[in-house]
């Protein structure tokens, strides 16, 4: 039988699948390697990833090949050893190669960045090419890379030629019922794969690196594909929706508070009893600035002397935590104060507009309101979730788009207004700059303003202006230090404005600059700094109670004394009955964590209890009392049931 496979006219394609499968095998040796020092693997996990990782790669080959099979089921006898099937074969195992060999590449670099096989943030990548195009020709030796891969698919024709597999495949004559049984079998495999092996088997385990290498990285970009937002009511565990937003109202009700209505609703009016104070307000959302980076956190990189010498004199948070793992996610938390459901982020939904954001707050207040952001704001659907939401925009758009007449106001930073730009946009300076130049002619108009600013240097390819820092090399270390530097440079600039004085400003981070660790959630891996400048209150306040990115705002509007009507599942981490906790959670998994006890509830209902200890970032599993476990489920299940039945719009 072996003799027929490999000797005959389906000789090209098993020994494709042999060499699909011993590549992967090689990648996944590689990526193995690469982690073994940041996960405790065993001998029976290693085994594991190996025999489940070919399962899966036999899959991603059956698929790959399965129009050639289908194509040599069908192909005439006398056909066989005609030109146009030569060229056909020739073209067809050309371009499967290439893919095969180019997505090996991609995991390399995806997981270099990531520490994970593809997902949800590969198929974004998928959508918004020419940022991604762009980013990988500024980060990698493209030519040589793409050389590479040429080489080595032309390396196997060499073989394939060598193995006289070619003259095999040309010069079978196979009767049509021993095709009709090969390709009947290869064609249901390639059918039955997908419908009876999810890439969630692979997700099985505790430690989270083992998941991650059984997995293959093409079958796992498919199953990100089809679950890009998931149902929280159909893979999710439930409490009755009562008494979902019983509780979730519960935790929400402080001595400052009163909701509007009954039933499911968290809408309520907050006031506060400090003198009312309204500055103009600026939020500096720094790209993948982890705590980590600062000395103020114990770095000793002296990366970030500016964020340092700003965290002795300012409001710091000390123990605040990113709700994701990605841009949007941190936009959404700072926006909506919400925590994160189950697939995309908010911003990136559809029916994600006129909602009751911060902004809105903002504008019932009278203040204008403007998104600013270094790249093409189309990328990730951020200019229509902030356009749709009243603010204005000021991005390095190149032009207005179709679709977008939404946008109040849109202002495109020029090409003059440019020292510095890479693939993901202009440099912190030039944006600071257009930021100075945004509120000047607030000030100038006579109305206090709100500018949500997001920044993009401290990203991949971690290029920017020279001359600005001391840098032997550009890596991330050097983005962080010239982003310090940026941040340091517009508040001089700042000082010297009229409007200054009457301006907080708040520096935080949208996400850490790493996700990845042993546990598909790992808390060390979401801890972000926050520090919030020309307060009313003088001198250092240290915020040290846990808490969450969607707790910045409701305890920013208590310090300015404001009272107005919230949405919000953020609370005021300075009221005396707040209880510490946090939200966080990747595409599908969902944390809550208070005090040291750690709820993650995942698809197929599935509930996960923890104790953490953070002074060695370990999570034991351990049962929890069911209090905490409901507390976790009404946070996400009233946040999803608010955001699809439109209890979040104003």
Same mark, same amino acid.
């Given at each position: 039988?072996?003799n027929?496979?490999?000797?005959?006219?389906?000789?090209?394609?098993?020994s494709?699948?042999?060499?699909?499968?011993?590549?992967?095998?090689?990648?996944?040796?590689?990526?193995?390697?690469?982690?073994?020092?940041?996960?405790?693997?065993?001998?029976?996990?290693?085994?594991?990833?190996?025999?489940?990782?070919?399962?899966?790669?036999? %899959?991603?080959?059956?698929?790959?090949?399965?129009?050639?099979?289908?194509?040599?089921?069908?192909?005439?006898?006398k056909?066989?050893?005609?030109?146009a099937n030569?060229?056909?074969?020739?073209?067809?195992?050309?371009?499967?190669?290439?893919?095969?060999?180019?997505?090996?590449?991609?995991?390399?670099?995806?997981?270099?960045?990531?520490?994970?096989?593809?997902?949800?943030i590969?198929?974004?990548?998928?959508?918004?090419t020419?940022?991604?195009?762009?980013?990988?020709i500024?980060?990698?030796?493209?030519?040589?890379?793409?050389?590479g891969?040429l080489?080595?698919?032309v390396?196997?024709?060499?073989?394939?030629?060598?193995?006289?597999?070619?003259?095999y495949?040309?010069?079978?004559?196979?009767?049509?019922?021993?095709?009709?049984?090969?390709?009947?079998?290869?064609?249901?495999?390639?059918?039955?794969?997908?419908?009876?092996?999810?890439?969630?088997f692979?997700?099985s385990?505790?430690?989270?690196?083992?998941?991650?290498?059984?997995?293959?990285?093409?079958?796992?970009?498919?199953?990100a594909?089809?679950?890009?937002?998931?149902?929280?009511?159909?893979?999710?565990?439930?409490?009755?929706?009562?008494?979902?937003? %019983?509780?979730?109202?519960?935790?929400?009700?402080?001595?400052?508070?009163?909701f509007?209505?009954?039933?499911?609703?968290?809408?309520?009016?907050?006031?506060?009893?400090?003198?009312?104070y309204?500055?103009?307000?600026?939020?500096?959302?720094?790209?993948s600035?982890s705590?980590?980076?600062?000395?103020?956190?114990g770095?000793?990189?002296?990366?970030?002397?500016?964020?340092?010498?700003?965290?002795?004199?300012?409001?710091?948070?000390?123990?605040?935590?990113?709700?994701?793992?990605?841009?949007?996610?941190?936009?959404e938390?700072?926006?909506?104060?919400?925590?994160?459901?189950?697939?995309?982020?908010?911003?990136?939904?559809?029916?994600?507009?006129?909602?009751?954001?911060?902004?809105?707050?903002?504008?019932?207040?009278?203040?204008?309101r403007t998104?600013?952001?270094?790249?093409?704001?189309?990328?990730?659907?951020?200019?229509?979730?902030?356009?749709?939401?009243?603010?204005?925009?000021t991005d390095?758009?190149?032009?207005?788009?179709?679709?977008?007449?939404y946008?109040?106001?849109?202002?495109?930073?020029?090409?003059?207004q440019?020292?510095?730009?890479?693939?993901w946009?202009?440099?912190d300076?030039?944006?600071?700059d257009?930021?100075?130049?945004?509120a000047?002619?607030?000030?100038?108009?006579?109305?206090?303003?709100?500018?949500?600013?997001m920044?993009?240097?401290?990203?991949?390819?971690?290029?920017?202006?020279?001359?600005?820092?001391?840098?032997?090399v550009?890596?991330?270390?050097?983005?962080?230090?010239?982003?310090?530097?940026?941040?340091?440079?517009?508040?001089?600039?700042?000082?010297?404005?009229?409007w200054?004085?009457?301006?907080?400003?708040?520096?935080?981070?949208?996400?850490?600059?790493?996700?990845?660790?042993?546990?598909?959630?790992?808390?060390?891996?979401?801890?972000?700094?926050?520090?919030?400048?020309?307060?009313?209150?003088?001198?250092?306040?240290?915020?040290?109670?846990?808490?969450?990115?969607?707790?910045?705002?409701?305890?920013?509007f208590?310090?300015?004394?404001?009272n107005?009507?919230?949405?919000?599942?953020?609370?005021?981490?300075?009221?005396?009955?707040?209880?510490p906790?946090?939200v966080?959670?990747?595409?599908?998994?969902?944390?809550?964590?208070?005090?040291?006890?750690?709820?993650?509830?995942?698809p197929?209902?599935?509930?996960?209890?923890?104790?953490?200890?953070?002074?060695?970032?370990?999570?034991?599993?351990?049962?929890?009392?069911?209090?905490?476990?409901e507390?976790?489920?009404?946070?996400?299940?009233?946040?999803?049931?608010?955001?699809?039945?439109?209890?979040?719009?104003?």
């Amino acid at each position: 039988m072996l003799n027929k496979l490999f000797k005959g006219r389906y000789s090209s394609l098993f020994s494709f699948l042999l060499v699909f499968i011993f590549s992967s095998f090689l990648i996944r040796t590689v990526l193995l390697f690469i982690s073994i020092g940041k996960a405790d693997f065993t001998i029976l996990g290693v085994i594991q990833i190996y025999l489940l990782g070919f399962v899966y790669d036999l %899959a991603v080959g059956l698929f790959l090949t399965g129009l050639y099979n289908l194509y040599l089921l069908f192909l005439p006898g006398k056909w066989a050893n005609s030109i146009a099937n030569k060229v056909l074969t020739y073209a067809g195992l050309f371009i499967i190669l290439l893919i095969s060999f180019f997505s090996f590449f991609a995991e390399l670099t995806f997981w270099q960045e990531f520490e994970s096989r593809f997902n949800f943030i590969a198929v974004d990548y998928l959508i918004y090419t020419t940022e991604v195009i762009n980013n990988i020709i500024e980060s990698y030796p493209l030519p040589l890379l793409i050389s590479g891969i040429l080489l080595l698919v032309v390396l196997v024709f060499w073989l394939f030629t060598k193995k006289k597999v070619f003259r095999y495949t040309f010069q079978s004559a196979m009767p049509f019922k021993q095709r009709i049984a090969i390709s009947g079998v290869l064609l249901l495999a390639t059918i039955v794969y997908p419908l009876v092996l999810s890439n969630s088997f692979a997700e099985s385990g505790t430690n989270r690196y083992q998941n991650e290498l059984s997995k293959a990285g093409i079958y796992s970009i498919f199953a990100a594909f089809k679950n890009n937002e998931l149902n929280y009511k159909d893979f999710y565990a439930l409490l009755p929706d009562d008494k979902a937003f %019983a509780l979730m109202r519960k935790q929400l009700q402080d001595r400052h508070s009163a909701f509007v209505s009954t039933g499911h609703s968290i809408k309520r009016t907050v006031k506060s009893d400090k003198p009312l104070y309204k500055p103009n307000v600026i939020m500096i959302t720094v790209e993948s600035l982890s705590a980590d980076f600062l000395g103020h956190f114990g770095n000793t990189q002296h990366l970030t002397p500016v964020l340092d010498s700003l965290s002795q004199h300012n409001l710091v948070f000390n123990n605040m935590f990113a709700t994701g793992t990605r841009t949007v996610r941190g936009m959404e938390a700072l926006s909506l104060a919400i925590p994160p459901t189950p697939g995309s982020s908010i911003v990136r939904r559809s029916k994600n507009e006129n909602l009751c954001t911060v902004g809105y707050i903002f504008q019932q207040a009278g203040y204008t309101r403007t998104f600013y952001y270094g790249g093409d704001g189309y990328f990730d659907n951020m200019n229509e979730y902030f356009g749709s939401n009243g603010f204005d925009i000021t991005d390095r758009g190149r032009n207005i788009k179709v679709g977008e007449s939404y946008l109040t106001k849109r202002t495109i930073i020029q090409d003059k207004q440019v020292t510095f730009e890479n693939a993901w946009g202009i440099c912190d300076g030039d944006l600071f700059d257009a930021v100075i130049r945004g509120a000047d002619q607030d000030y100038q108009n006579g109305k206090p303003f709100y500018n949500f600013v997001m920044t993009t240097s401290n990203h991949r390819p971690f290029t920017f202006p020279d001359g600005k820092i001391e840098a032997k090399v550009k890596n991330r270390e050097a983005a962080v230090r010239y982003t310090d530097f940026a941040i340091g440079d517009f508040l001089k600039k700042m000082q010297k404005k009229a409007w200054f004085k009457n301006t907080v400003v708040i520096i935080v981070a949208d996400h850490c600059a790493a996700s990845a660790g042993k546990n598909e959630i790992d808390i060390s891996k979401y801890h972000i700094p926050c520090i919030v400048l020309n307060l009313p209150v003088k001198g250092k306040v240290a915020i040290d109670q846990l808490c969450s990115q969607i707790d910045l705002y409701p305890t920013l509007f208590d310090l300015l004394g404001w009272n107005y009507e919230s949405n919000l599942y953020g609370q005021n981490v300075l009221e005396p009955g707040y209880q510490p906790r946090a939200v966080l959670g990747t595409y599908q998994q969902l944390g809550y964590l208070k005090q040291d006890s750690l709820v993650i509830l995942g698809p197929q209902q599935k509930t996960e209890t923890f104790i953490y200890h953070r002074e060695n970032n370990e999570q034991v599993p351990n049962p929890l009392s069911r209090t905490v476990i409901e507390q976790a489920m009404a946070n996400y299940q009233t946040a999803y049931d608010l955001f699809k039945n439109g209890g979040l719009h104003q």
